[in-house]
């Protein structure tokens, strides 16, 4: 009883799964529906999760030429009778049928990102880009982004690279190796994990508590003076008084 549930629950599921995923090559069958069936934008688009304004455009012929469409009822993820339904009501939306082949998932890779052949060569321009723009990224994460090794990255850093002289820096994002995602990610980790400490800004204007303290000890300083030249004149006068005495003795 117990593995009927079972099964009757990973079945809910699978069917779920495969309600909420877009059929096999979208657009060909996208297509084919245009083609075959009298079903509006509205429900291609829901069917084949595209936007109506793409399913608009490929009925036009603006978009998908040359893709030959794929017939969703030969390959088991859809029913004549769904389409008829949706024919009958242009509210209706299709279900994708639940395949009988259920692929195991895959497992996560691990190492390096593949690079395709034709893009291998510009991997020092991209480790060079992002040891310059992005120095906190360990070696490990440019390994993540690019797809490469560490002694690659060591060349590239040292100068020691065969064609250090014609090497450019080239973001990895506008030759396709990583995504914008994949990048910020990276650069966000290692902000945390080693924040930059905050560098020197240029000078700044001194707070108000340093620029009054010279207005508020002026009055003390003048009056300083004030009594030092008082008393320079009455120096001078007992001086001149003396040196009369003397002279009229």
Known sequence: MTTGFASKGVGEAQRRFAMSNAPLMPKATAVWLLDNTALTFDQVADFTKMHPLEVRAIADGDAAQGI???????????????????????DYRLRLQESKVVLPPQPKRKGPRYTPVSRRHERPSAILWLLRSHPELKDAQVMRLVGTTKSTIASVRDRTHWNTSQLTPIDPVTLGLCSQIELDFEVARAAKEKPIDAAYGGATLLPASETTKKD????????????????VFAKLKTLGGKKQEQEEE
């Open 68 to 90: 030959k469409g794929s017939d969703p009822i030969s390959n088991g993820q859809l029913t004549r009778e769904e389409i008829e339904k949706g024919e009958k009501n242009q």
């Open 216 to 231: 508020e000890y002026e009055p003390s300083e003048k009056s300083s003076d004030d009594l030092n030249v008082d008393a």
